[in-house]
């Protein structure tokens, strides 16, 4: 048995843990173990890799999705896509559920950090419904923007016209 630390207890008596040190972990001596550790945290000399900085990416888009259309309108979802990637990454612009209702002629304004993009051609693509009768909606209406670089501060208006 090796002994490990040295822990008090609140009146300052000494209490003496003690462990057993397998062999295999003997093998990577003190020198690896502290090397492992300082690799495993990240911590490193020089500029942060930004790639790793997923929230420092086309800060403070002003994005509005206005009702151009003469029905009251579900708006299901709201993504942006990386024309490059090709991929789609959906954004939570008006709550979670899709239940967003847009009356006719009104407009809905947030201002996102958009990750993943930096200086990069993107596009927007909102998913929403007509309203049909007192409770039902239409089927599903993909509305997708032309495509324009992302840039911080920037300001889009997505208009629903189908």
Same mark, same amino acid.
């Given at each position: 048995m090796k002994l490990i630390s040295r822990l008090t207890d609140r009146a300052g008596h000494? #209490?003496? $843990?003690? !462990? &057993? !040190? $397998? *062999? *295999?972990?003997i093998l990577f001596g003190i020198t690896s173990i502290s090397i492992a550790s300082l690799l495993l945290c990240g911590i490193g000399i020089g500029k942060p890799d930004p790639a790793l900085a997923v929230g420092d990416k086309c800060k403070n888009v002003k994005i509005t999705i206005k009702n151009d259309?003469?029905?009251t309108l579900k708006v299901k979802k709201f993504l942006y896509i990386d024309v490059k &990637?090709?991929?789609d990454h959906l954004e939570a612009l008006l709550g979670p559920n899709g239940r967003d209702i847009l009356n006719p002629g009104n407009s809905v304004t947030d201002t996102r950090d958009l990750a993943f993009v930096d200086n990069e051609t993107i596009r927007f693509r909102v998913i929403y419904q007509h309203k049909i009768g007192r409770t039902k909606f239409e089927n599903d209406i993909i509305h997708t923007t032309g495509s324009f !670089?992302? &840039?911080?501060?920037? *300001?889009?208006? !997505? *208009? #629903?016209? &189908?």
């Open positions: 000494e #209490l003496r $843990q003690r !462990v &057993k !040190v $397998q *062999s *295999s972990a259309t003469t029905d &990637k090709n991929r !670089v992302c &840039k911080d501060n920037s *300001s889009h208006t !997505v *208009s #629903l016209t &189908k």
